[in-house]
């Protein structure tokens, strides 16, 4: 008898599975990206490097006998800043597994407003990298200005262009270009990274094993105005062919049929 968790859903861009349910804060130009004080500094090395980071690493070790494969392509690019793409499938895990991708590096996600909302948390969530999307167009021009600043760092800075979180799936869901003229504008590389989940020995529930490909670089004999788009595609594909390497189904995902009534 199948006993795997039955999730049904109508739209792959849009719907949202994700338990936390917060009214999130709104970003305007009153929100500071970056305060550039000595003390954010040290906020900032304290709660990525000391705190997030150890966590980071024993959580997807213990919960997920986490591996990561295709880690030297990044290590190749230690001075330059880049964008890193991710399909969204856990809660926790999309937090913490960007830290392991290339730990030597300091790490930057663009986040929905909700995570800079959560009671507490949301105050250390920029302090972990967390760069809030803009509700207007002020806001927006100081959101460019930081993420030019940390390209310019050499920091990277990752992006689930899928936007919602689907616990566990193995699929990867359509999503837009929109995110993708970042690297074209920096003139920096891009890669992805694909979680997929895999057999354990000794437990049913699976492991995450991270792949990592790239880099991608635009396509330059491409009309400027559709380079994004290509990039995206060559992305996603990529992701796709990557995703193909799950092997357990946990939470099974099925399209509600449509009323034509």
Known sequence: MDKRKVIYYEDELNDEFSLAQITPIVIDKNYVYDYGTAWKRF???????????????????????????????LRDHKQTGYFI????????????????????????VIVH?????????????????????PDDMDAYRNFLKVIDKRIGEGAKIVIYPEAHI???????RPFPD??????????VPAFCFTNTYQKRRWSKKPR???????????????????????????????????ARMSEVEWIKYIKKEKDNG
Not at 53 to 72: C, E, Q
Request: one cysteine or more.
């Open 43 to 73: 906020t900032r090395f304290f709660w990525y490097r000391l705190v997030a980071t150890p966590i980071a690493f024993v959580y997807a070790k213990v919960v997920f006998h986490h591996r990561i494969v295709g880690k030297k392509l």
């Open 85 to 108: 793409y991710g399909n969204h499938t856990q809660d926790i895990g999309d937090a913490v597994i960007p830290n392991l991708l290339h730990i030597a590096k300091e790490s930057y």
């Open 113 to 133: 407003p909700n995570n800079v909302s959560i009671p507490v948390i949301g105050k250390i969530v920029p302090s972990l990298g967390g760069i809030p999307l």
């Open 166 to 172: 689907w616990p566990f799936y193995t699929g990867i």
């Open 178 to 187: 929109t995110s993708f003229h970042y690297p074209i504008k920096c003139g």
């Open 208 to 242: 995450i094993v991270t792949y990592i490909d790239g880099p991608f670089y635009p396509d330059e004999s491409v009309p400027p105005r559709k380079r994004k788009g290509e990039l995206r595609d060559r992305i996603y594909a990529c992701m796709c062919e990557r």
